[in-house]
Each structure stands twice: as C-alpha cells, then as structure tokens.
C-alpha cells in the first residue's frame, strides 16, 4: 500500500518535522512501507496540492494539522474524498486531536483522527493496513473487508476513527516514547536548501502556562546527549545554514544545555546558526560566559517574557524571575555576539491596555534584536481555552483564535495594539531603522508612545495595507517626522522652538541615511536626502587615496577607485562629517555593512571620529 503524509506549512522555508519524524520512525519498524512525503505551502493554489495529491495515488493519506493551515486541509480532504473516493483519509496533530470527535462528525470524508504524539500510532496503524491488505482475500471494497480493517484499528492505540456504523471509536492514550527510539530523520539534505531544519532534543515542558498546550504533558523527556552530538555533527559536516530547536524550553535541564552548547562551540563550522527557545532566567554564570565566548551568528536565542505584570504572571501560572531575566537579557547583550528575540502576548488576563504598554516599554528597554508583539491564541485544550468565560475572553471562532477582547482589554484596544504591532514589525524588527529609532526614543515619552504615534500617522494617512519600496518606507517615516517637529510653530518663544526642530530633523535625516545604507548601495534616494553633488569632489578624492594606499577599506587589494565606490559608499552627512560604508566586511550578526565616520581636517586629511552617540541630539 501507499501511504502519502502531506504537510501544508505556513511559509517555504520552513519544514514540517513531523511528517518526517512519523515517516523515519515508521520505516525503522517496517522498512518496506510504501511511505512519501508531500510539503506544501498554505500559498499554493488548492488546485495545486490536490492535483499533485491525485498524481501520487496514495491508498491513504495523513494530514499534519495545525492552526495556520487546519482551514486549508479541511477544504482539501473534501475535495480529495471526491477525486480519489477509495483513499483512506487521517488527521494529526494538535488543530486535530483536541477535537478529534468534533471534526470527524463535521467531516464524514475523514477516516480517522492520531491523537498524541504519532510516531507509535501512526507506524501501527500502517501496519495494520498492511497486514490487511495482504490477508484479506475480498474484493477492495466489500463491508466483511472493512470490519476486519476496523477491528484491527481497535488494538492501535491513540485514535479516534469511524466505524461502519457512522458511530466513533476512541482506543485510548498511546504510550510515550523514550526520545532515543526516534530515529535521525535526516540524510540528504538537497531537499532541505534554502529552507530552516527543525530538531528536538527533547519534549514537553517543566512549566505550565494556561495559553499553552506544552503544559498539558508536565514531564520532559530528554533524547541521550551522545545521540544529540553526534546528530549535530551531522548538521555541522553538511554546513547547514540554520538549526532551529523547537525544545519548549531547552535550558530547563543545566547538563544537557552545556553539553549542546560546549559541543557547538567547539566543533563550530563558521556557518551553522543554531535556534533556541529558553527561559532566561534560568541561566547561570557558567552558561552566560560560554555564550559570551561563542562566534557571533553561531546562537541565537529566542525569550518568552510575554508580560511584566506580576498579576498576570501568576494567573497564567508561569514562572519567571523578570529581575534575572533582565539582567541576563543586558548580559548577552553587552557581549554583542548573540541575537536576542523576545515575545510579548497581548490578551493576558489582568493585562489592560496600560498594562501592557508597560510591559512593552520593560521589554523594549532591553533593547532585543526583535521584539514580536504577539497575541494571545485560545488553543483548544489548553487552560485558557477552558477558563474562557472566567475571563469574558472573546476569540476567533476559526484558526488562529486570537483574542479578540476580555474583560480587561476591549475590542478597540486590541485593534489599537494590532496597528503598533505593524509598526514594531516595519520600523523596529525589520532592523531598517536602528539610529532613527534611537533618536526617536530620545524625543518621545515612551516607546511604545512612540510607535502608537507612528501608527496614528499612518492611519492618518490611510498608509495601512499599502505596499511599499524600501526607499518608500523612509519617506513616510520623514513626512511622520516633518508633522512631529514642524517648521512653524507657536506658543513661546517660537523662534527657539524652530531652531531647535529644524536641527532635530537635520540630524534624523542623517540617522535615516545612515539607516538606508547600512544593509546596502542603495540605488535609489529618498526626496529629503543631502544633496552629494558639491561633495562629489571630496568623495572621488577619498577612493583614489584608498585605491593608491588602501587605509580604510580592508580586502579592496587589486581594485581601482572607481570599482571601490560600487563595493563601498561614502555618504556626507549634513553635520559636516562623513560616513563609510563598507560592504564587503559585513558585520557578522545582522549582515549590515561596517560604518566608519570622518571628519575632513584643515589639510584636506582624513580623520575618523566616533559614530554619534547616545546622548547627541
């Protein structure tokens, strides 16, 4: 028999793990299982996946069900059930299993539902396929044939499925697995170009959060550390661009998370960046000054702080020492090698719109690579999800649930929330705007006042929605700028007041150029830029000198000048100095180009002098 296992992920970069995992686990028991894989994206055309779904004929099919693509499976699997009537249709995963009864009496076309994990009850279930279709002599599709089938589905733990009758038959839980019965899921690795490689060393989660459906499982196991490294060396040899561990909480354990790291650091390729989730504050100083110690791009970390409200904290039965947190945070921080994402969740009980500006304010104080302003997902199964009414909490009726309102946080608020996080997501997490953001900051009350204000500029100008060039981005962002500190004003002094505005926007259009240039020579320029022009002398003099005796510009051995100013910028600023921008000596963790600053001396000289610090306006 056949067995097809189809993924539809959210993006094509990502990989679904899973399907993988159920394929390698059930080959190891029974290697001549027909079993193929078929990845998706939830931006296929439908009529895609179904007809790549019809060319491989399987005789059964498993769907790997999540949030982000529950929508997408559902409506394939009732066109699947019409184009290829005799395939035997399955769900898994976590969209699945928590309504496992529910979908199957909405959905008559769906055979069965795995629930748990499925590894085990996936592998037993092909199994009983096969044994199935090699014994039973009668005709595909007689109802004696059937019965035999689903009484064998009886002695396979971890389903929901349909007997004969229309009526539900739920086998009980499967057993857990020990995590070293799972077997490496990886070989060739063509297949995974271009693409992020999940990996877990481990499963469940120490902690119980309400909003997640890690806590329903309180224990974690763990996958033998000597089977772990030497998996990793795997990755290590075939110089994969990027691991990403999807532990819940991978530090939770202090020997298993040194062994990793200590391995990583010491067999480390140059290329290979590893993704963790972890809980900050459980880190100590043995930890901290190995990962001070680490290339810079080789980890990145990825911190759950989701609220400050110790309130808050408590009735979402999470643990976390924010005081640790925050000192740690500071600490990878000051070491400058480690890219640091930390999430926020909006909808939490007792977190009004106040409060959770506050809680961004904390959060964006820490000064993260990226802060993901989330909300909150009412996940089927989970606390939250249980205690809605407790908490007038208001979702999505369909995938992802996110939250809506509850009685601390109305509908409108909410929105509110929605437009600053597109701001964070454009103006901050993209990277794009670090200098004019820091300066920013400096003139408003609080951050996140500051994008609030950003937000209530662009519905203003019903910027919303619209796509936009890069270049584009930084001509909203000065417009917002030219409204916040006019040229005319009035009240006292208003001379003294448009001094002072007409020498803030000078130097935020030195930050916005400075921004533009960093990731790249752009082509285009923005309306509010300098005019190069009169400086085009100056410039041209400076890549002839470094052409005749290279100083700045390091690893440029071999060009002329005029090849140096394609591979380099320099960028004169309107206070005077001038900035460099070298892009063939990328700074190793966001890729931005290395930025010099210099001042012209009396003599024509060049004199570099630091970039604009914090305190300069």
Known sequence: MKFLLAAI???????????????????HRMPELQIEIGEYTINHQMDQILWDIYRRKPDVIGFSCYIWNISSVLELVRDVAQVLPETEIWLGGPEAFYDAE?????????????????????????????????????????????????????????????????????TGAQRLLNMDELPFVYGDMKKFENRIVYYESSRGCPFSCSYCLSSVEKSVRFRSLDLVLKELDFFLEQRVPQVKFVDRTFNCKREHTLGIWQHMMAHDNGVTNFHFEISADLLDEEELELLARMRPGLVQLEIGVQSVNPQTIREIRRTMDLGRLKQVVARVHAAGNIHQHLDLIAGLPYENFSSFLHSFDEVYRMRPDQLQLGFLKVLKGSFMWENAAQYELLSRKTPPYEVLSTKWLSYKDVLRLKAMEEMVEVYKNSGQFSYSLDLLEKETDSPSGMFLELADFYERQNLFGRSMARVERYEVFYRFLEERFPQETCGQNPEIKQQENRKLLSAFRDRLMLDLYLRENAKSRPSFAGDQTRMKMQIREFFQMEAEQPRWLLGYEGYDSRQMAKMAHLEAMEDGSFLLFDYRNREPLNHNGRVMRFFRDESGGWRPVPMWDETEG
């Open 102 to 170: 529910g979908i199957l009496l909405r959905n008559p076309e769906i055979r069965g539902i795995f629930c748990g994990e499925g590894e085990l009850t996936f592998s037993e279930t092909a199994e009983a396929y096969e044994e199935w279709n090699q014994t039973v002599s009668d005709s595909p599709g007689s109802q004696s044939k059937q019965n035999v089938l689903l009484r064998m589905f009886e002695r396979v733990k971890g389903l929901v499925f349909r007997r004969s009758d229309g009526s539900l038959c739920r």
């Open 9 to 27: 992920n959210a993006k094509y970069i990502h990989s679904n793990l899973a399907v993988y995992s159920l394929k390698a686990f059930a080959q």
